[in-house]
């Protein structure tokens, strides 16, 4: 096993690295049952979470995972930092980096700044989310939670529709499930879709109807208004006529098939207010498995050494 020191992109992990996160998962998934669920594997490490983009689940499940795996946080919030008095990135990362971190978790607008990062400190980068370009942990947290539903994703058909053109989870999700085995199927707006889409390994399908018939899993995105500099859809209104997902189309889905959302989700615009609470959608078990990911990521980045045998229950409700 190669163990990466970043997690910038899906790249940094390739195939085997995804199903190394995916097998680590089911361990941590265990912890996370246990009546305490916290070990000892990242005890005298240091994660740094770095956010110059607003985020709830993202920041929150970080946070989360490093805690039960017991690392000490150190949470930046760019509101209240010296980045408002004109701090460059440059000088804001090595000045967490001097206070001794192992690993720096970043949201940022711009693309490419995870990769900018190494320049200035020998910590582990973690990608939580850059500009439109990638959202690595959000993929795996999604490839987890469709293992976990349909037991695989090879040979599966993953329809993604939405707002593709500026989101990062869909990046990182078609390049995660094409790795996987799946076939991806993308439903937009024209103006919705990027112009590189040719050299995608994606099919384009425009009838949202048609796709909802054949996808195992049915991806929405969120319409990204704060990334858009023009209007793209006529109105809101009109793309969810043609691109929401209501109860009505819903029942269109094969019996075992599956909704997923990564949230946060304009309620109304891409599905309306009751999918949500259909059976077969996802969105909480994709949030829960975002901290088990995490923790897994976390472990392969910073635990090497330290044996998972070794935490059994009792030994940590000591610990
Ligand atoms: C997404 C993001 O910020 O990239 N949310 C998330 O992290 N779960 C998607 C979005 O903002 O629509």
Redesign the pocket.
């Known amino acids: 096993m190669t163990i990466a020191k970043h997690v910038r992109g899906v790249d940094d992990l390739g195939k085997d690295g995804i199903l190394e996160i995916l097998e680590l998962s089911d361990h941590f998934l265990e912890v996370s049952n246990r009546r305490i669920p916290k070990v000892p594997a990242l005890r005298g490490k240091t994660v740094a979470s770095l956010f110059f983009?607003d985020?709830t689940?993202?920041r929150l499940s970080f946070e989360k995972a490093a805690k039960r795996l017991s690392a000490d946080v150190m949470s930046f919030s760019v509101s209240s930092s010296s980045v408002k008095k004109g701090e460059s990135l440059r000088d804001t990362v090595e000045t967490i980096s001097s206070m001794g971190v192992e690993a720096i978790v970043v949201?940022h607008k711009s693309v490419g700044v995870p990769w900018m990062l190494p320049q200035w400190t020998d910590a582990s980068i973690i990608n939580?989310?850059d500009g439109s370009h990638e959202?690595p942990t959000?993929a795996l947290a999604d490839c987890y939670t469709i293992t976990q539903q349909l037991g695989n994703i090879a040979g599966k058909r993953i329809v993604i529709v939405g707002d593709i053109k500026h989101?990062?989870?869909a990046r990182s999700n078609i390049k995660a499930f094409n790795m996987l085995g799946a076939s991806v199927a993308l439903v937009a707006p024209p103006t919705l879709l990027p112009p590189s889409i040719e050299n995608w390994p994606v099919d384009t399908i425009s009838d949202l109807d048609a796709a909802i018939k054949e996808a195992d899993v049915l991806y929405l995105?969120?319409m990204?208004l704060e990334r858009q500099e023009e209007s793209l859809v006529p109105s809101l209104r009109e793309y969810s006529n043609f691109y929401g997902l209501t109860l009505e189309r819903s029942h269109m889905l094969q019996k075992s098939s599956i909704i997923m959302h990564?949230?946060?989700m304009n309620r109304g615009v891409e599905i309306s207010g009751d999918v949500p609470d259909l059976q077969n959608a996802l969105i909480t078990n994709q949030v829960e498995n975002?901290v088990i990911v995490r923790m897994a990521v976390l472990y392969h980045l910073l635990g090497s050494g330290v044996a998972l045998a070794g935490f059994n229950q009792e030994a940590d409700e000591d610990g």
């Open positions: 983009e985020s689940r993202t949201r939580a989310g959202h959000q989101s990062r989870v995105l969120r990204q990564p949230g946060p975002g």
